[in-house]
């Protein structure tokens, strides 16, 4: 198998933030086709079930959707995570993607977050960054969490309680997460929503 590397993308500015892909192949070619093959139709799905007035969601892709977070004190520190993951388990035999940065850049922390489709490679990475991030900061944070659980947790709560058809617990909000995933579609990602 070929070695890879961590390789990252220009960085976007995002409100008074930023984000920069990352991905262990130089032209970030998983990050493109996930975003178009699964985040574009489960917004889509999402947009379209919202327009109905619905009392619950159906919710087949995000639930084998994660996010590992690990939140450090800076870029650097997390540039160090990453390069510390890669010098213990490269070559990895799956693709491994995420992003990093910070909704504020004066916020005190920048985080690491790892998508993820697949709770067995979640756990195993989950375990691997507690362990080096610890050796980097000992004042770290990780967690897990659902993928767009800023959009379905305000509608659905609890993401540990979420079933392929789950009820909608704000009902109120359906309007604005509705205005929220359509401006996602259609890329305005600059807005303090």
Known sequence: MEEMEFYAGSKRDVNKGYWMSFENHSRLEDT???????????????????????????????????????????EEECLSLLEAYQEEKFPLSKSLRGRMGTRDRESPGVVLIFHIH??????????????????????????????????????????????????IKNSSIIPFVREKVAKLLRGEYNTTD
Do not use: H
Request: one cysteine or more; glycine letters at 6%.
């Open 32 to 74: 493109k086709k996930k975003v178009y093959s699964r985040c574009v139709p489960c917004l889509e799905k999402l947009y379209e079930q919202l327009g109905n007035a619905p009392d619950r969601l159906v919710l087949e892709e995000p639930l084998s959707c994660w996010k590992v977070v690990v939140v450090l004190e800076s």
């Open 118 to 167: 697949d709770e067995e490679q979640r756990d195993e990475l989950f375990a691997d960054m507690e362990k080096l991030a610890e050796k980097i900061n000992p004042n770290y944070k990780i967690f897990v969490e659902r993928g767009c659980g800023d959009l379905y947790g305000a509608l659905c709560g609890d993401w540990n309680k979420w079933q392929e058809t789950t009820p």
